[in-house]
C-alpha cells in the first residue's frame, strides 16, 4: 500500500459523512467518497477537491451486494488498499415509530442499511483493511441505541424511535462481535455517537453542527495502535452499553 493513509467514508455526500470525508482529508489522507446518488457524490467531491482534499467519488448501495462488491473493487483499483472504514451511511426510516404502531417493514428498511449495511460493507473491506499497518473501522451510532442510557431512572433520551433506536443498539452488538473475532489481529472496531446534530436525518432539529458530530469518528478513525477495540464513545468519552 501507499505512504498516504487511504479512508473509505460511507454516506459522504453531506451531513456528519462530508464532515468526516474533510476532516481525514485535511490530514493528508485520501479518502473515498461513498454515496448512491451520482449528481450529489460528484459534487461532494469536486467541493473536497476544491479544499484540497485528495477526494474520489465510490458508487455505493449499502444494501446492495453486487454496489458493495464493485466499490471493493475500485478502491483496490484506484487506491490499491484501505486503511480506514467509516460507516456512516444510514436511514431513520421516518417518524414516528412507535413500538405499539411501527411497520414492520419499516423495522426491516431501517436494519438493512443501518445493520445488514454496515455487516455487508465490513466484510466488503476486511481483505483490503487487512492489509494496512494501522487498519481502523468506525461504526455510526447514537446514543439513543444505549440500552443503559434508555433505562436510567432521569434520563431523557426523547421520543421512541422504535425501528432506528434498536438499529442502533444492534449495531452496538455488531461492534462488539467484529471486536471479539478480531481481537488477533491489527484492526480496531469501535462505534462512536456524534451527538444530537443538524442534519436531515432528523429534519436540522439538532443542536450541534455536521462538523462537531464528525469529530467523534475523525478521533475514532485516527487512533494510535494501543488504542481501544469494540468500545461506544462520544465527545465525553464511554458511552454505556
Not at 471493493?72 to 486503511?83: P, Q
Not at 469501535?190 to 458530530?213: E, I, M
Amino acid at each position: 500500500m501507499s505512504a498516504q493513509t487511504i479512508a473509505l467514508v460511507t454516506g459522504a455526500n453531506k451531513g456528519i459523512g462530508y464532515e468526516i470525508a474533510a476532516g481525514l482529508g485535511a490530514r493528508g489522507w485520501r479518502i473515498g467518497v461513498g454515496a448512491r446518488d451520482q449528481q450529489r457524490r460528484d459534487t461532494a467531491v469536486e467541493k473536497l477537491r476544491a479544499a484540497g482534499t485528495d477526494a474520489f467519488g465510490v458508487p455505493l448501495d449499502v444494501a446492495d451486494d453486487a454496489s458493495v462488491a464493485a466499490a471493493a473493487e475500485l478502491i483496490a483499483d484506484r487506491a490499491g488498499g484501505l486503511d480506514v472504514l467509516v460507516n456512516n451511511a444510514a436511514i431513520t426510516g421516518g417518524m414516528p415509530q412507535t413500538p405499539t404502531t411501527v411497520d414492520p417493514d419499516t423495522v426491516r428498511a431501517v436494519v438493512e442499511t443501518n445493520v445488514i449495511g454496515v455487516i455487508r460493507v465490513t466484510n466488503a473491506m476486511l481483505p483490503l483493511l487487512r492489509g494496512s499497518a494501522s487498519p481502523r473501522i468506525v461504526n455510526m451510532s447514537s446514543s439513543v441505541g444505549s440500552l443503559g442510557l434508555q433505562t436510567t431512572p432521569g434520563v431523557d433520551m426523547g421520543q421512541v424511535p422504535a425501528a432506528y433506536l434498536a438499529s442502533k443498539t444492534f449495531l452496538n452488538a455488531v461492534t462488539v462481535q467484529y471486536a471479539k473475532e478480531l481481537s488477533d489481529t491489527d484492526i480496531l472496531i469501535n462505534s462512536g455517537c456524534p451527538g444530537y446534530t443538524a442534519t436531515d436525518l432528523n429534519g436540522f432539529q439538532g443542536v450541534r453542527t455536521p462538523q462537531q458530530g464528525a469529530a467523534i469518528a475523525i478521533h475514532l478513525a485516527t487512533l494510535p495502535d494501543d488504542g481501544p477495540t469494540g468500545g461506544f464513545f462520544d465527545d465525553g468519552g464511554t458511552v454505556p452499553w
